[in-house]
């Protein structure tokens, strides 16, 4: 069983689309994260949610939305895609905020020509 | 501000030997956690190895250990007996305990084994 799974695993779009990322976690927590990480591997956070709820929302576009329709799922939906937000996004999650451990799904790769 | 420092972008090792990954780390805050991921060239992320900022001992999980220097705000990765398998990139990765667990990765290093 795949603890935390992310649809799709490559993502080839053009520039000025809409898109969206879907990630689902089985493991029963109740914290969930969006990384972005560029071409050069560094890893960054975008957001995160607990309980359904925004906690933490870094210096992202706006273009980007997350939403959480439960404790299970957080999907990503960016819209008017540009050039830049080529990168792979993976999804976490966690137990609560006293968890050490973040188990990351497999990664979308996201390719904007 | 938290920041992350992995000085060396690429190591090579030979198989069944150590090696050191290294990892520096800049805070103010008391209380911190400290990891290190593997991202293989599947590219999935997979957690190592953890070091609580008051932990006592330093972490040990099969073959990995967290060499905590907490006065030199260091928190390297040893990898003993080396194996191809161990060949991946390397992520440092530290989070503030009393807030949300959100991470801050350092640049990574790339590790290759070789027979």
């Known amino acids: 069983d795949t603890a935390v799974s992310q649809t799709p695993k490559y993502l080839v779009t053009q520039m000025g689309n809409d898109k969206s990322i879907k990630c689902e976690q089985n493991l029963g927590h109740d914290t969930m994260y969006w990384y972005k990480q560029d071409s050069k591997k560094f890893l960054k956070i975008m957001f995160s949610y607990n309980n359904k709820e925004l906690i933490i929302n870094e210096t992202v576009p706006n273009r980007f939305s997350p939403k959480s329709p439960d404790k299970a799922h957080l999907n990503l939906h960016i819209n008017s895609l540009e050039l830049g937000d080529s990168a792979v996004y993976f999804c976490a999650s966690s137990q609560g905020t006293s968890a050490y451990e973040q188990y990351f799904g497999p990664g979308t790769r996201l390719t904007v020509t | 501000a938290q920041k992350i420092t992995q000085t060396q972008p690429g190591m090579f090792v030979q198989e069944k030997e150590a090696v050191t990954l290294d990892c520096t780390y800049d805070t103010s805050d008391p209380s911190y956690g400290l990891f290190w991921y593997k991202q293989p060239s599947s590219g999935e992320m997979i957690f190592l190895i953890y070091?609580?900022?008051?932990?006592?001992q330093n972490a040990t999980e099969g073959r990995y250990s967290l060499n905590f220097q907490k006065a030199r705000k260091s928190a390297n990765l040893v990898i003993s007996a080396s194996q191809l398998g161990d060949s991946a990139m390397y992520f440092c990765a530290m989070r503030k305990s009393y807030n949300t667990d959100k991470l801050i990765f350092g640049t990574g290093t790339r590790l290759q084994v070789f027979p």
């Open positions: 070091q609580g900022s008051y932990d006592q």
